[in-house]
């Protein structure tokens, strides 16, 4: 598996470092940018993790990888689980870098004031990215690395609209019963309801693993 | 004699094709030709005994163990080259090598760079930089750095010019003289086995048509060269393929024996290619 880890990473050796400066480019632009500064390591992180993801996705569609891969002393569903686990993996790199670049402008004499990442922070990212991944990786699997690129658009998409989207119908519906019981635990215990949403994240994820697994295990190159 | 691959009864069907009861095997220390037209089953065959397709039915057994449960470990005395490079574009030929050479258990740095050396490969170019016959050799490069007991190549030659195409059987036949190494071989340009292959295993339409030692696929078969008058109904019958036009005829027989009692010296019999063999089987009878 980490061999397959390594591969990823030298497989992207350019895309890593066009992600990071991008991610230094967003932290600089949007800290001076209201309100978009309290979200400056949320798209920063988050934007270079999308473009790392495309990075491998389209580094194997057009080298036609698989038959390369599974020539190798591997087993299908170790390529399958090393996919899963270099995403994350290029999440926490992503989030890692954007603290440590926060910090190193919070230490120098700069004309530019940012705060430092919090945990909130690399926790939406991350379940951002495990979204992300949850959708993109058996699209991109059974269909193939084109409509990848239309679901990771369309996740992009929704997780830009989709809070808007769900505060307005829970805030039309604030009478009834369960919207009073969502907001409640909103206001007085959001770790519960990031809970709930990691929790519910997760069995989606294991769904979309198992289902990436069976895919690939079954096909034919 | 101890076999390195033995395929039987191996089926896969694909809709408009169908890989059709395919049984043949490999000794150790041999160079197989896998000859047949395009389209034939070749590729699929490989794939499937490299587990890049399932199987229907049959049986696949490489170093004697079966090739789906024991994959890793087959893999691991496997060395391929494939009719396209695979390798990462955008990566350098080194950089192609690190992410390859991790896997194997006995990979050979100083082999690696010596065939670097040989090939005249340069280490730092990218690979999409580099024409198709320097793909090829690197792609052949990394496939003898790993002590790989089987070298499998499907196509390798298909798109290069006959230099280079003559350049890789002297390496096949030294990779045989001095390391001892099986080497299946597929290809439809079968001028390039006449000279190292020891067994030829020609498949049609996805059924293996002739399986057997170069020498007695040569010997046992005859190119036959008439007038139209000398082929009666019953001469016909003789032929596996039978090509006429307006000056005479030209026939391949399995059957020299009976040929020359059945002409005598009234036709010209001359030693097949392996080539022609193919032409006959595949084409049949057929006029001009």
């Known amino acids: ?221 | 004699m101890e076999n390195v691959l033995e395929i039987k009864g191996l089926d896969k069907n694909l809709g408009s094709f169908r890989l059709d009861k395919v049984s043949f095997s490999l000794p150790r220390g041999y160079i197989m030709g896998f000859i047949g037209p395009n389209g034939a089953g070749k590729t699929t065959t490989i794939k499937l005994l490299m587990n890049l397709m399932h199987r229907d039915d049959g049986d696949i057994r490489v170093f004697g163990l079966d090739n789906r449960r024991y994959e890793k470990e087959i893999k691991q005395r496997i060395a391929f080259v494939y009719d396209e490079s695979h390798y990462y574009e955008n990566l350098s030929l080194l950089d192609n090598r690190r992410i390859v050479a991790h896997f194997y258990r006995d990979w050979d740095e100083k082999a690696f760079q010596r065939r670097l050396r040989d090939f005249d490969l340069p280490p730092h170019k990218k690979l999409k930089n580099l024409s198709r016959g320097m793909r090829t050799k690197f792609g052949l490069a990394i496939a003898l750095s790993h002590a790989a007991d089987f070298l499998l190549m499907d196509e390798p030659t298909s798109g290069l010019d006959p230099v280079f195409r003559s350049e890789l059987m002297d390496i096949l036949q030294q990779l045989l003289v001095e390391e001892n190494k099986s080497v299946l071989f597929s290809t439809h340009i079968t001028t390039d086995l006449e000279r190292v292959a020891d067994y030829i295993c020609f498949i049609n339409q996805g059924r293996i048509v002739l399986c057997q030692s170069k020498d007695e696929m040569l010997q046992g078969h005859v190119l036959v060269k008439g007038a139209l008058e000398q082929l009666s109904p019953e001469a016909e019958k003789m032929f596996i393929g039978l090509r006429k036009n307006h000056y005479g005829f030209e026939g391949l027989s399995a059957d020299p024996r009976g040929i020359r009692q059945f002409f005598g010296d009234g036709v010209l019999l001359e030693s097949p290619g392996l080539d022609e063999i193919m032409v006959f089987y595949v084409r049949g009878h057929h006029h001009v």
């Open chain 1, 1 to 221: 598996m980490f061999k397959l880890l390594l591969k990823d990473l030298l497989v992207l050796k350019s895309s890593i470092i066009w992600a990071m400066t991008y991610l230094l480019a967003i932290i600089v632009i949007f800290s001076m940018t209201p309100p978009f500064d309290k979200f400056i390591y949320i798209m920063a992180g988050y934007g270079a993790t999308y473009i790392l993801i495309m990075g491998t996705l389209m580094a194997e569609f057009k080298n036609q990888s698989d038959i390369l891969l599974n020539s190798l002393p591997v087993k299908r569903h170790e390529i399958i689980l090393s996919k899963y686990l270099t995403t994350l993996v290029l999440t926490l790199l992503a989030l890692a870098v954007a603290a440590i670049l926060g910090l190193i402008i919070n230490l120098l004499p700069l004309p530019l004031s940012i705060r430092l990442m919090s945990g909130m922070d690399a926790a939406i990212v991350l379940l951002m990215a495990a979204l992300t991944l949850t959708i993109v990786m058996p699209v991109n699997l059974i269909f193939s690395n084109q409509a990848a690129r239309v679901a990771i658009v369309m996740v992009f998409m929704l997780l830009f609209f989709a809070p808007v989207w769900i505060k307005g119908f829970i805030m039309d519906r604030c009478e009834a019963e369960w919207a009073q019981v969502l907001i409640n635990t909103a206001v007085s215990q959001p770790a519960v309801l990031l809970s709930v949403g990691a929790g519910l994240l997760l069995f989606l994820l294991a769904l979309s693993l198992i289902i990436s697994l069976r895919w690939y295990e079954a096909r034919d190159f």
